[in-house]
């Protein structure tokens, strides 16, 4: 059962850690094959739904040690049509893998959570085509459409809230908006940002997040960044 859904605690003054590089970790620390970064594709076998187990773990045990709390984010950044169907997922079959990679935080939550360590569960969405360079751009309806449906399977699997990870254009941040507006989840929008600040397509990120607000009634709970090329930032 959903239990932050109408009240995301993260939105308080308290303290909340999220994990770190998800695909990073299990591709080059832990050695998996992670097809076009698909990390929900481990659900499919016992020894890849252990793998994800174990990663999301380390981070309970963290937030439950520091008295902190963690968003955790599921392993669902590629678990949309043009992705999943590269690897075989039907319709049906990517419904149901959306719903098991929520069902997976939700173990980790009652083993981990407590009242010193609130747990929040995030359905990840990623975009339709690449994070990081617009492509399979589409106008602000079809992304609606499109997403739609895995926000839907969030929604039955009791997720507490929609996080749309690396948008790099606004279309596709106001669709998934639209989308998890329709179906009364909360949703949080993280745009991809150049070294200069500005979104791939040279649009400020400023001007983004406010076409976001004018276009949705300010409905994201709130904003994230991701940086584009992160390695420009190690010093």
């Known amino acids: 059962m959903t239990q932050y859904r109408n009240h995301l605690p993260q939105l308080s003054s308290d303290l909340f850690i999220t994990d770190g590089g998800i695909e990073t970790t299990l591709i080059f620390h832990e050695g998996w094959d992670l097809p076009d970064f698909a990390a929900f594709d481990l659900l499919k076998h016992e020894a890849g739904y252990q ?86 751009v589409m106008s602000v309806s079809e992304t609606e459409a499109y997403h739609r449906p895995q926000i839907d399977s969030f929604r039955d699997a009791d997720a507490d809230l929609v ?40 649009q400020t990120l400023q001007d983004a997040i406010q076409q976001v607000d004018a276009t949705t009634d300010n409905a994201p709970a709130y904003y994230m960044i991701n940086c584009a090329h992160p390695t420009h930032f190690a010093h």
């Not at 981070?59 to 049509?81: C, D, F, K």
């Not at 948008?167 to 200069?196: C, H, K, L």
């Open 163 to 202: 996080t749309a990870i690396t948008m790099n254009y606004v279309e596709e941040a106001i669709g998934i908006t639209r989308a998890a507006q329709s179906v009364e989840m909360p949703v949080v929008i993280s745009f991809t940002v150049e070294t200069d600040g500005k979104l791939p397509t040279g």
């Open 51 to 136: 793998a994800l187990q174990k990663y999301f773990r380390t981070y309970a045990s963290i937030a439950r040690e520091y008295q902190v709390g963690l968003i955790l984010e599921s392993a669902t950044w590629r678990a949309n049509p043009d992705w999943a169907t590269k690897l075989g997922y039907n319709q049906a079959a990517l419904a149901d893998i959306n719903r098991k990679a929520i069902a997976l935080l939700h173990e980790i939550r009652q083993e981990y959570a407590s009242e010193v360590s609130t747990m929040v569960i995030s359905g990840c969405i990623g975009p339709r085509g690449d994070g990081y360079i617009p492509s399979a």
